[in-house]
């Protein structure tokens, strides 16, 4: 028997890549405009690191994690997500002593064991970005346009930003406990997980799919009347500087994060179609994580988007990968070879071609370059070697012109460099 993948962890096939490479793209040069820098950070990090920042009551933590012992008896895990060792690689690297501002994005796998399905995976994908060291509301605005201006960019639009704030160490606290007494109230309603849940993390609860605990949190206490003077004041302020640029969202005071080291702001950017792997992005701010992990106290805010999710909003857009631009057919020895050359000529400098090398008839040759949907054949048969000419056919419309065997590679590469409408 054949050896296949494993769950939950996909291949991402040629046809599926140039959706890919678009949104890699779109991310390098819009994130780039905000003045983000790439960092490359491995996938496997000290299992520490994650236990640490995302928290030991999380799910990712408690039921996630791909975790092992290498040779050395060593903890390790595979990252569930890019946020900890983008911190862990800053504080190492001492990035902070070079700007007092740092602005970050990565992309690339992420592993959590969750239960796959349509839009949850194994192995899948985020695009992130972080910015560190500043605490002005404005920052939190700017991080979200930036969010926004990409989900306009790659021509998604049917999504929403919702947004909330989760407070600070200072005034969780008591809304935590505001929540376990009303939760305590309600023991018996919640499911198992719930009940579990409401000693160690109990703003999860607010978050559970369970009919039976979302009807039993109705009225719930909302963090956004528990913040205290500071939290509250930055939030009014975020929502003031995004009403300024005009960047559209909405408030969802039940909002909870599935990782612990948020402060203050947090989003998602929600989508109606995806079922319920409904959330596209997400993020917020992190003012304790930094110092959490044995770095200066220094702010940070940032999200990640799920590539698996974007691409599943885009299919059907019709994104696919460049076309060869010409298919020399040709027939016979001599001509084989001058075709050969021409080949590597124009793919030398960059002309994508193609030519076949199964000794095919023209006519099979010609198929093929109209499965390849070449913009142009060009056939170099005996013909054509004995007139001196060859025939250059434009796929699209099935115009066909001589073109002169001398010179021929300059006249082809200012043909083909130019646009395509362009005639002959
Ligand atoms: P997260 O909400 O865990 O946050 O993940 C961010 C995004 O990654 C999700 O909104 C979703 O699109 C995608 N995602 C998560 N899990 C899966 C999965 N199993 N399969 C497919 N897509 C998934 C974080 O990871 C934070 N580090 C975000 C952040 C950055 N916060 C601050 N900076």
Redesign the pocket.
Known sequence: MSITGIK?MNDILPADVATWQFLEQTARDIFGTYGCQEIRVPVVEKTELFCRSIGETTD?VEKEMYTFDDKSDHSLTLR?????PVMRSFIQHKLFNQDQVTKLYYMGP?F?Y?R?QK????Q???I???IIGIDDPRIDAQVLAMLSHYFEAVGIDDVSLQINSLGCPECRPGYRATLIEFLQQRMEQLCPDCQRRCASNPLRVLDCKAKACQEATVGAPSVLDHLCTDCETHFASVQKHLDLIGTPYSINDRMV???D??TKTTF??ITNNLGS?N????????DGLIEDLGGPSLP???????????ALLLEGNGITTATPKLFIAAMGSEAENMAFSLLNQLQHHGIHAEMDFSGKSLKAQLRRANKLKCSYTLFLGENELADGNAQLKCMSDGEQTALPLEGIFVQLRQLLDAPLSTSL
Do not use: D, K, N, S
């Open positions: 939950g990712i569930p997500e890019g946020t900890a992420m959590r969750e796959p839009g949850r995976y194994r899948f994908h985020q992130g970005a972080e994060r599935g990782l080291y948020y998602e950017m792997q959330a596209v992005a997400a993020g917020g701010r992190y940070g805010i940032g999200f990640a988007m799920g590539v698996e999710r974007l």
